[in-house]
């Protein structure tokens, strides 16, 4: 069965200094997709990214980058100079291609970033 | 705009006593998902749907009932057989196995 795991429950970094957040999946599947959210204080999830499995190039949106390793079966995301702002939990999640998809997908159990000032 | 809308906001129930959470949808997803989320805790998932008609129980469906009669919407009713259900609730939607899940905004449901 499909599995992600966040091992970093809670990270706190100062303003400025850059941060990853690691993201570990398991399948059996050789087409998958993995996704990244952010989940701010008021609750809502935000879409960051999505990946899939035939597509190592690594990725880079402003001060985010994601780094996608088929090998280590992982999909790591860093903040540069992080900002206050980008305090909140950040979930990574995976979905298989077969089968049935709504029920082939799965998140992470997040990990929550404090950046303090 | 597209998007998924969930309302209430906020939600208080008294013992015993059934309450509807309303998930609507405008972006044509066959997928909709709802996930319950206790303080500093993930996602769990409750139910799922991936076609009108018909929805599946997730890991905690016990206590809780869906219906998906439209596509665009897939009410949770958090019934008195759910012992504990203060917690979050988001709704979410998708399209395909590639396709990144909206969330509704959440509903926070309080048992006074």
């Known amino acids: 069965a499909q599995k992600v795991t966040q091992a970093q429950t809670e990270i706190s970094v100062v303003e400025k200094e850059d941060v990853t957040l690691d993201c570990v999946y398991e399948?059996?599947?050789?087409?998958?997709?993995l996704f990244w959210y952010k989940q701010p204080p008021s609750g809502e999830l935000v879409f960051l990214i999505r990946?899939?499995?035939?597509?190592?190039q690594n990725e880079i949106s402003g001060r985010y980058s994601w780094n996608f390793q088929k090998s280590t079966s992982s999909f790591n995301f860093t903040i540069t100079a992080s900002q206050v702002v980008d305090s909140a939990v950040y979930f990574c999640a995976l979905s298989e291609a077969s089968g049935n998809y709504g029920q082939n997908f799965v998140f992470g159990p997040g990990t929550r970033l404090s950046v303090l000032p | 705009d597209g998007g998924i809308t969930q309302s209430p906001k906020y939600l208080f129930r008294k013992e015993g006593q059934n309450v509807t959470l309303s998930c609507e949808q405008n972006l044509n997803h066959d997928a909709m998902y709802w996930y319950r989320q206790d303080p500093g805790q993930g996602l769990r998932l409750i139910y799922y749907s991936q076609i009108v008609n018909d929805f599946q129980k997730g890991d905690i469906a016990e206590g809780y009932s869906v219906s998906r009669e439209k596509k665009e919407s897939f009410p949770l009713t958090v019934t008195s057989a759910q012992k504990n259900p203060t917690a979050f609730y988001l709704c979410a939607s998708r399209q395909g196995p590639g396709g990144e899940a909206f969330f509704g905004q959440g509903t926070r449901l309080t048992v006074v």
């Open positions: 990946r899939n499995s035939f597509d190592e």
């Open positions: 399948t059996r599947d050789t087409t998958y997709y």
